[in-house]
Nanobody, 125 residues
Framework: VQLQASGGGLVQAGGSLRLSCAAS????????VGWFAQAPGKERRFVAA????????AYGDSVKGRFTISRDNAKNTVYLQMSSLEPEDTAVYYC???????????????????WGQGTQVTVSS
């Protein structure tokens, strides 16, 4: 499966962005999909994830209440709605998928086998 992340950009603090992760080559509806963020010089950190049927979601502590993950299986796409953005949210955002048949959400990037190329989010103060 190939993942394409898009929607990043430059936004002022307090603003919003919606990232998209579009899959091709395979139906993603049964895969757990997550978003991770990597700032310069820092480890890639967990942001959010959603199960295949959207029945379960999980968020990193720093984004709870501000970000919302969702998916449209008809479009084979997962979204990350980012609100109340802070300069600390500045990073390259990657979407990733776990293997088919794996239904448990994971927070470790090592549990995801498929990765998109990343999209830059920059929040100015």
């Amino acid at each position: 499966v190939q993942l394409q992340a898009s929607g990043g950009g430059l936004v002022q603090a307090g603003g919003s962005l919606r990232l998209s992760c579009a899959a091709s080559g395979r139906d993603l509806s049964n895969n757990v999909v997550g978003w991770f963020a990597q700032a310069p010089g820092k480890e890639r950190r967990f942001v959010a994830a959603v199960s295949g049927n959207s029945g379960s979601t999980a968020y990193g502590d720093s984004v709870k209440g501000r970000f919302t993950i969702s998916r449209d299986n008809a479009k084979n796409t997962v979204y990350l709605q980012m609100s109340s953005l802070e300069p600390e949210d500045t990073a390259v955002y990657y979407c990733a998928a776990r293997g088919s048949g794996i239904t448990v959400i994971a927070r470790s990037r090592y549990q995801y086998g498929y990765w998109g190329q990343g999209t830059q989010v920059t929040v100015s103060s």
